[in-house]
T-cell receptor, first 117, second 112 residues
Framework: GAVVSQHPSWVICKSGTSVKIECRSLDFQATTMFWYRQFPKQSLMLMATSNEGSKATYEQGVEKDKFLINHASLTLSTLTVTSAHPEDSSFYIC?????????????FGSGTRLTVV | GQSLEQPSEVTAVEGAIVQINCTYQTSGFYGLSWYQQHDGGAPTFLSYNALDGLEETGRFSSFLSRSDSYGYLLLQELQMKDSASYFCAVRDSGAGSYQLTFGKGTKLSVIP
């Protein structure tokens, strides 16, 4: 089945630095990828939709200059958290869309736990 | 906009059957999915219903009634490892990319 590889699985960074998270579709082409954020004991909140070769579409309230998304190829999307602050500490998960019959077409990465100190 | 309602917590006994309900409101609808998430892990896909009726996958079944904007996840022969959070999610058309919107999740606790 479809596999989405996300790394790093966890990262600790200092306040003010930037962190890049990568999401790769391993055996299919993902024209669209989604980035979610999940705070403890809460649901997954969509941050942005990333389309290959075009600008990402951000959800209301998500700062596009802070969360930079690049989807330069059909198998790779990256999320860069710039000038990270402790309030950005969260679980970030990517999802890629592939039209697999019966699955609704979505495969999730394993997630990245970001801790900003 | 979209909204989904599901119970926040459910407790059930090992070996029993539990049903987690989900009601939704969405401007466009292309299917209801269910995901399981263990603490600290990523969501894993369980089931998807695009049409009315029951879909069965092993111990898990999912039901959808589009006229009632309602679905449920049924877990049978509960095992301790089923203790996790379960999210319903609707797929609708947002910016032409068919986004998934998740419910707040139901924390299932399976007790001996």
């Amino acid at each position: 089945g479809a596999v989405v590889s996300q790394h790093p699985s966890w990262v600790i960074c200092k306040s003010g630095t930037s962190v890049k998270i990568e999401c790769r579709s391993l055996d299919f082409q993902a024209t669209t990828m989604f980035w979610y954020r999940q705070f403890p004991k809460q649901s997954l909140m969509l941050m942005a939709t990333s389309n290959e070769g075009s600008k990402a579409t951000y959800e209301q309230g998500v700062e596009k200059d802070k969360f930079l998304i690049n989807h330069a190829s059909l198998t790779l999307s990256t999320l860069t958290v710039t000038s990270a602050h402790p309030e950005d500490s969260s679980f970030y998960i990517c999802s890629a869309r592939e039209w697999l019959r019966g699955t609704g077409g979505y495969t999730f990465g394993s997630g990245t736990r970001l801790t900003v100190v | 906009g979209q909204s989904l309602e599901q119970p926040s917590e459910v407790t059930a006994v090992e070996g029993a059957i539990v049903q987690i309900n989900c009601t939704y409101q969405t401007s466009g609808f292309y299917g209801l999915s269910w995901y399981q998430q263990h603490d600290g892990g990523a969501p894993t896909f369980l089931s998807y219903n695009a049409l009315d009726g029951l879909e069965e996958t092993g111990r898990f079944s999912s039901f959808l009634s589009r006229s009632d904007s309602y679905g449920y996840l049924l877990l049978q022969e509960l095992q301790m490892k089923d203790s996790a959070s379960y999210f319903c999610a609707v797929r609708d058309s947002g910016a032409g990319s068919y986004q998934l919107t998740f419910g707040k999740g139901t924390k299932l606790s399976v007790i001996p």
